[in-house]
């Protein structure tokens, strides 16, 4: 099992950076892929951004520009750096584990934190 918690999820203004974490406790977190995922209220979760166990990256062309996501396999934690922060980015973010980037693309995981709350106003 892998637990996974996120956090860093704020109030901001449009065009501000933020800087998301997703802490992983459990098995080895070293060999799994992470992304990280959002939902906007009345929409359908989306992919927005992954790292794959050996830190190869692929992102949603929403945020491909802008966000920015890293791994620290000492820490446990995958970080989702978020610039340029418009109002559209407002959402609940979750992150999700597997052993296989491709999977998570596909907005499937095996692990699923809880999500934090990210809201971006004018």
């Known amino acids: 099992q892998v637990q996974l918690v996120e956090s860093g999820g704020a109030l901001v203004q449009a065009g501000d950076s933020l800087r998301l974490s997703c802490t992983a406790s459990?098995?080895?977190?070293?060999?799994?892929?992470v992304g990280w995922f959002r939902q906007a209220p009345g929409k359908e979760r989306e992919f927005v951004a992954a790292?794959?166990?050996?830190?190869?990256?692929e992102y949603a062309d929403s945020v491909k520009d802008r966000f920015t996501i890293s791994r620290d396999n000492v820490k446990n934690t995958v970080y989702l750096h978020m610039n340029s922060l418009k109002l559209e980015d407002t959402a609940v973010y979750s992150c999700a584990a597997h052993g296989r980037i491709s999977t998570i693309v596909r907005g499937r995981g095996d692990y699923w934190g809880q999500g934090t709350q990210v809201t971006v106003s004018s």
């Open positions: 790292v794959s166990w050996s830190g190869a990256t």
């Open positions: 459990g098995r080895t977190f070293s060999n799994y892929a």
